[in-house]
């Protein structure tokens, strides 16, 4: 099966705080592509990463870090010291090596920063 | 450079009445999709298009129909609107060739469609 969890449904934190965002995937491809979307109250899907199967680095972008682990089908993504303005709906997708493949969602994450 | 483009914003139905959402992009990609996102849940697929002329069913299709008779355009068609369709839809395309953009989908702002 092919699939993206997204266990966390809503997160609730207070400015500052560090919060990480889980996300699972299934599949039996060996080339693969994971993403991270943001989807502010404003309702656009905003794209955050790409990863390769092939590439575990981690990657560290300002305020925000993702970590793939493909021994335990993980992707998550850190946000380091939390701002207002990171509240917003955080989608994991996944999508194949093939033409034309489309993305699959996971149900996402609303994170809601307080000040 | 527009990107992908959505009409309408917002649109409310009666059951039963019919309606097309339009969806252009401007960046000459061979690949598009219809989404629809409802309350407390990811983005499903609708329908897709590898080219012009080329449709295929997604997860969701009953319901719906697209057409791709140029590159630019994807419409996608409501027949008869039921309660059930109420949702947000988004459209998006990728590029077909190697390289750094092939690999995102670039995703219009939604149509936030409402049926009663």
């Known amino acids: 099966a092919q699939k993206v969890t997204q266990a966390q449904t809503e997160i609730s934190v207070v400015e500052k705080e560090d919060v990480t965002l889980d996300c699972v995937y299934e599949?039996?491809?060996?080339?693969?592509?994971l993403f991270w979307y943001k989807q502010p109250p404003s309702g656009e899907l905003v794209f955050l990463i790409r990863r390769n199967s092939f590439d575990e680095q981690n990657e560290i972008s300002g305020r925000y870090s993702w970590n793939f682990q493909k021994s335990t089908s993980s992707f998550n993504f850190t946000i380091t010291a939390s701002q207002v303005v990171d509240s917003a709906v955080y989608f994991c997708a996944l999508r194949f090596n093939q033409a034309g493949t489309a993305l699959i969602f996971g149900k996402g994450t609303t994170l809601s920063v307080s000040s | 450079n527009a990107g992908v483009t959505q009409t309408p914003k917002f649109r409310i139905l009666k059951i039963g009445q019919s309606m097309t959402l339009q969806c252009t992009q401007d960046?000459?990609?061979?690949?598009m999709y219809w989404y629809r996102q409802d309350p407390g849940m990811g983005l499903k697929l609708i329908y897709y298009s590898v080219g012009a002329g080329i449709t295929d069913k997604g997860e969701v299709p009953n319901g719906y129909n697209v057409s791709r008779s140029t590159t630019e355009d994807f419409p996608l068609r409501l027949e008869l609107a039921a309660p059930s369709q109420t949702s947000v839809y988004f459209c998006?395309?990728?590029?077909?060739?190697?390289?750094?953009?092939?690999?995102?989908?670039?995703f219009g702002p939604g149509t936030r469609l409402t049926v009663t």
């Open positions: 998006a395309s990728r590029g077909a060739q190697s390289g750094g953009s092939s690999y995102e989908q670039y």
């Open positions: 599949t039996r491809d060996t080339t693969y592509y």
């Open positions: 960046m000459n990609h061979n690949y």
